[in-house]
């Protein structure tokens, strides 16, 4: 079955960068969109990126845009999330998820595109 790890979260002061990376298996991973998402405490889970099958295409959201940047290899069958620059407000559980085979900017943000979905990896900034 389908699975994804996340990892490369920890603890960071502001102004910091982590990489954090979803190893995937199970699915032939260039396949498929793929996107993060994060979850703070007490609030909704929120997009943060996503990437098309080939890694051409992004959507980033505002909150992130500038700092955050989304890439992928695809024969190593890894995302990844580059977080540079990183603020208080950023801390969360960070997860990565499947999306469609068919790239759709629209479709990119919202949750119910996505249908695998890893435990989470925690990115705590502190200040």
């Known amino acids: 079955q389908v699975q994804l790890v996340e990892s490369g979260g920890g603890l960071v002061q502001t102004g910091g960068s982590l990489r954090l990376s979803c190893a995937a298996s199970?699915?032939?991973?260039?396949?498929?969109?793929m996107g993060w998402f994060r979850q703070a405490p007490g609030k909704e889970r929120e997009f943060v990126a996503a990437?098309?099958?080939?890694?051409?295409?992004?959507s980033v959201a505002d909150s992130v845009q500038g700092r955050f940047i989304i890439a992928r290899d695809n024969a190593k069958n890894t995302a990844y999330l580059q977080m540079n620059s990183l603020r208080p407000e950023d801390t969360a559980v960070y997860f990565c998820?499947?999306?469609?085979?068919?790239?759709?900017?629209?479709?990119?943000?919202?949750?119910?595109?996505?249908?695998?979905w890893g435990q989470g990896t925690q990115v705590t900034v502190s200040s």
């Open positions: 990437l098309s099958p080939g890694g051409g295409r992004t």
């Open positions: 998820a499947r999306g469609s085979w068919l790239w759709s900017f629209s479709r990119a943000s919202t949750r119910a595109s996505y249908d695998n």
């Open positions: 199970g699915l032939t991973f260039s396949n498929y969109s």
